[in-house]
Structure formats: structure tokens, C-alpha cells
């Protein structure tokens, strides 16, 4: 299993529309840590470490987010592989 981390910041209508919490379902399906925080313009965070495989499945995922969201923009980096304990919306 190849561990890997990535930060995404979403843009688009995303916040308001449960996203940080449906991203958090689904890292906790794929068995991913790290978190999900609003941040003051509107964007959101999103913190994604695990197995590669689960990380580039959600990663794909945050396109398309919650019913009520309408995403316009994700900007991904990838960061130095780390262990969060869990995933946590901040």
C-alpha cells in the first residue's frame, strides 16, 4: 500500500451545503484521515492522507461533492506523506 497526502482547497458553492461533512463521509468509508475546514473566502480545505488509491478516488470525488453543492474549481498539492489520527471537520 502506497501512503499518500494531499491538500485540495474547493471552490464554487461549498460551503452552506453539508460538503465539509459529505467529504468527511467518505474519507471515513475509504478509511482516510486528515480534515475538512471552511475557510474565511468562501473555499474549503481539505486535508487527504492514506492509501494512494483511496486518496485519488476522493480526490476525484471532491468535483462533485453533496447534492447542494455546485463546485467550480479544485486546486490539489501534494504533501509529504503523514499520519492524522482521523478525519475531523474544523
Known sequence: ???????????????????????????????????????????VEVLLCGDGEAVNLISAWLWQGPPNARVTHVELESLEPRDPDNFVTL
Do not use: F, I, S
Not at 6 to 21: E, S
Open 1 to 43: 500500500m502506497t501512503k499518500r497526502c494531499v491538500k485540495a482547497v474547493v471552490a464554487g458553492k461549498v460551503q452552506g451545503v453539508w460538503y465539509r461533512r459529505a467529504v468527511q463521509e467518505q474519507a471515513l468509508q475509504h478509511g482516510v484521515t486528515g480534515h475538512a475546514k471552511n475557510l474565511p473566502d468562501g473555499r
